[in-house]
């Protein structure tokens, strides 16, 4: 029973390039929607966020595109450079209620120069 | 400031052993998540802790895995008689008071390995 989707598993892009990460989720209950961007060896790391009462999120080159309607988020890596290669993990949580953040599957992003 | 704090970084364990993994929590931080992350089941949640009391601990399974915090600087996660489906790298989060607002902060994390 995964809440929280994405897709795809893996995605390659050339530097440049826009990387669009999708993601979709079942509990209508959610309204706090962070990624989380883990390079190897790592922990995780908090990207940008997103609340649902808002339908976007901008953060320099990171901007996630919300669809409450859908249930569907995106998250756009404009200008996708080496260094943002990396696996990206959307997370959905709901703030009146427990605590815990619920993670997608992860996109493995490689940016090739 | 330190992150979040997880030892040991590697862990071999015979099956049928025990395996304690600690976390120390970033100062003042009130809330300590533990993860698991395998390559097939991705992130999953396991128990968390606000002001050292445990809150939810739903992701757990119900043998042979315990969690405690015994103090507002460490928390430890112990399996018991592990098997090798516990092989997985065992992630600490903690968050800060004001919290619910996802924003977590993960160790470097805990991998385990049984042979």
């Known amino acids: 029973q995964q809440q929280v989707r994405q897709s795809p598993q893996s995605l390659t892009v050339w530097e440049g390039e826009t990387a669009i990460l999708n993601c979709s989720y079942e509990?209508?209950?959610?309204?706090?929607f962070p990624w989380y961007q883990q390079f190897p060896g790592e922990g995780p790391a908090l990207l940008i966020a997103?609340?649902?009462?808002?339908d976007k999120k901008e953060d320099g080159r990171f901007t996630i595109f919300f669809n409450k309607r859908e249930k569907k988020l995106s998250l756009h890596i404009t200008d996708s450079q080496p260094g943002d290669s990396a696996t990206y993990f959307c997370?959905?949580?709901?703030?009146?209620?427990?605590?815990?953040?619920?993670f997608g599957e992860g996109t493995k992003l490689t940016v090739s120069s | 400031n330190a992150g979040v704090i997880q030892t040991p970084r590697h862990k071999v364990t015979g099956k049928g052993q025990e395996a304690t993994l600690w976390c120390e929590p970033i100062s003042g931080h009130s809330a300590v998540f533990w993860y698991r992350q395998t390559i097939v089941q991705g992130l999953e949640f396991l128990t968390y802790?606000?002001?050292?009391?445990?809150?939810?601990d739903s992701g757990m399974p119900k043998e042979r895995f315990s969690a405690q915090m015994p103090n507002q600087s460490h928390s430890t996660l112990k399996i018991q008689s592990t098997q090798p489906q516990d092989s997985a790298v065992y992630l600490c989060a903690s968050s800060a008071r004001t919290a619910n607002t996802g924003q977590l902060y993960f160790g470097e994390g805990s991998k385990l390995t049984v042979l």
């Open positions: 997103i609340r649902s009462v808002s």
């Open positions: 802790f606000r002001n050292q009391a445990p809150i939810d």
């Open positions: 997370a959905a949580m709901n703030q009146g209620g427990s605590a815990k953040l619920i």
């Open positions: 509990n209508s209950a959610f309204d706090y």
